[in-house]
């Protein structure tokens, strides 16, 4: 069980909270960051002003996760070395972006394993391998469907968490059931965060983007599990988008990712009565089977390696 995080570098407790000093660089802003199990909230994440004078600073905010790029720059912006971090005085501003996807990536992990109660990050030196997999730019692409449309094709962000709550406003009641596997209105902020909020490691969801404007009208994703032995995929399309290809072409690129990632299958489980996905299935050369526990599932495979 997990309960606590490794860490080379002295920490400072602060209000109960155990957390990590970043890397003393010349001329850098030392941080800290922190999470802590609180038996009221949950779980609670914390930055503020570090290094050693942590204690007679005090400059430090709260936030319940999960978070997304707005909530963790209003958690910063409610801290003194906000100021700093943003440029001050002919001082050049911090990578930001980094910082924000740190406490972003925190933050969801707090969420996604409960059984921890404090943790620490250890400083990414210069030049290290990240313990994060950045975001493979490399993804992006633009494509063209049948019916000539263009969509941009690249990784869901963090930030995309307005536009993953958009696309689900534009299906039907039904999609969502055949998606999701329950009725529901819409995706909830956290719900929506876990979509966006992914490990580009061992993850991948792949969004498509209307030519002239920020809207998802579909994603496809998978989660592989820790031997890339099999991943689990998803595929949802915009209500309106169905019909045109769109869902075919986003499957055809997940396929094409994680064959590269080396995973040795897809898998999914498909409500029977969802026959599009299962055509779509066949056609893309998923094997179909009935699903021995539950009959109104079926459990569709496509190997991805050849043995």
Not at 66 to 88: I, K
Not at 248 to 270: H, N, S
Not at 285 to 297: E, H, Q, V, W
Request: proline letters at 6%; hydrophobic letters at 45%; a positive charge.
């Amino acid at each position: 069980m997990l309960t606590r995080v490794a860490r080379a570098r002295p920490e400072a407790r602060l209000d109960g909270f155990l957390v990590q000093q970043m890397a003393r660089l010349p001329g850098a802003i030392e941080l800290i960051i922190g999470v802590v199990e609180d038996p009221v909230f949950g779980p609670v994440v914390m930055f503020g002003h570090g290094g050693t004078a942590v204690e007679q600073i005090r400059d430090k905010a709260l936030a319940l996760p999960p978070l997304n790029e707005a909530l963790a720059h209003a958690l910063m912006a409610r801290t003194r070395v906000w100021r700093l971090l943003r440029g001050y005085r002919g001082r050049p501003a911090a990578a930001i972006d980094v910082v924000t996807e740190i406490l972003i990536r925190v933050a969801q992990l707090a969420v996604d394993h409960p059984e921890i109660r404090e943790l620490d990050i250890n400083p990414l030196p210069r030049r290290a391998r990240l313990a994060i997999s950045p975001y493979p730019k490399e993804l992006e692409a633009t494509e063209r469907l049948r019916d000539g449309a263009v969509v941009r094709l690249r990784p869901i962000r963090p930030e995309d968490e307005p536009l993953l709550q958009d696309l689900a406003s534009h299906m039907s009641p039904q999609d969502l059931r055949l998606r999701f596997f329950s009725a529901m209105k819409g995706l909830t902020h956290q719900l929506a965060a876990r979509l966006t909020q992914i490990d580009y490691d061992r993850e991948m969801a792949l969004i498509a983007l209307a030519a002239d404007a920020d809207q998802v009208l579909g994603v496809s994703r998978f989660a592989a599990d820790p031997d890339n032995r099999q991943a689990e995929y998803a595929v949802e399309v915009r209500s309106d988008w169905k019909g045109r290809g769109l869902g075919y072409l986003l499957m055809r690129r997940l396929i094409d990712v994680a064959r590269q990632r080396r995973i040795g299958e897809l898998v999914g489980e498909v409500l029977r009565e969802n026959t599009a996905m299962l055509q779509m299935c066949r056609a893309l050369g998923f094997t179909i089977r009935a699903d021995a526990k539950d009959p109104s599932l079926v459990r569709v495979t496509k190997p991805l390696q050849k043995v």
